[in-house]
């Protein structure tokens, strides 16, 4: 059976993602975002930056996504800014496709990530993805545009926000675009934390 097709990111309470320019990501703003996950045991093993680290709820959240993904899909913009800040082990150790328009030879990295470029759209980078995930999710990783094109073709299932108490201001907001008119949402989960609050949503047709 095959899994679902899922999006997990961390917001800003004014509805942020990141900040506009690729140069800022690593900056105050997008690093104040993502401190909750920077602690969690699970994530400074899989980029291993050093042994320790926190556990609890928001360590565990951070493994389930991981093992439930199989593959995962992203745009050209994200790829290109994590190519820069990647670790040469990429960290997501499962095959990704990239949607772009260029065209490019897999690009295989050490630990099991192997970055596939699909240049003729984006049903078929997520076919693709689930044929690699088989039984397993697919993850859409970002950034916001991708994600937008993915919940406004009727294509997500399921998604989860780590509401992160920041204000961002400025910057790629979530959902800016996205075609309210067919998506309708179900909770699934709502848990507060010391550091976010996990929202976890099912998406349904109108």
Do not use: C
């Not at 493994?63 to 994200?78: H, I, L, N, W, Y």
């Amino acid at each position: 059976m095959a899994g679902k097709v899922f999006f997990s990111v961390s917001m800003s309470l004014d509805g942020f993602i990141a900040p506009e320019s690729s140069e800022e990501l690593m900056g105050r703003q997008w690093m104040e975002l993502q401190r909750w996950i920077f602690p969690q045991r699970f994530f400074r093993e899989n980029l291993k930056l050093g042994e320790g680290g926190e556990e609890g709820r928001d360590n565990d959240i951070v493994r389930e996504t991981f093992e439930r993904t199989g593959a995962s899909v992203m745009g050209k913009r994200m790829f290109d800014a994590g190519e820069q800040m990647w670790p040469e082990e990429a960290p997501f150790h499962t095959p990704v496709f990239v949607v772009t328009h260029e065209k490019r030879d897999p690009w295989e990295r050490p630990g099991g990530t192997t970055f596939h470029f699909v240049n003729d759209g984006i049903e078929t980078a997520l076919d693709q993805a689930r044929e690699a995930a088989g039984d397993r999710d697919v993850r859409i990783a970002g950034g916001g545009a991708t994600i937008l094109e993915y919940v406004n073709a009727g294509l997500i299932d399921e998604f989860s926000i780590a509401l992160s108490p920041v204000l961002f201001g400025s910057g790629i907001r979530l959902f800016e675009g996205v075609d309210a008119g067919r998506v309708a949402l179900e909770p699934v989960r709502a848990e507060p934390t010391q550091r976010v609050t996990h929202l976890t949503y099912a998406v349904r047709e109108r």
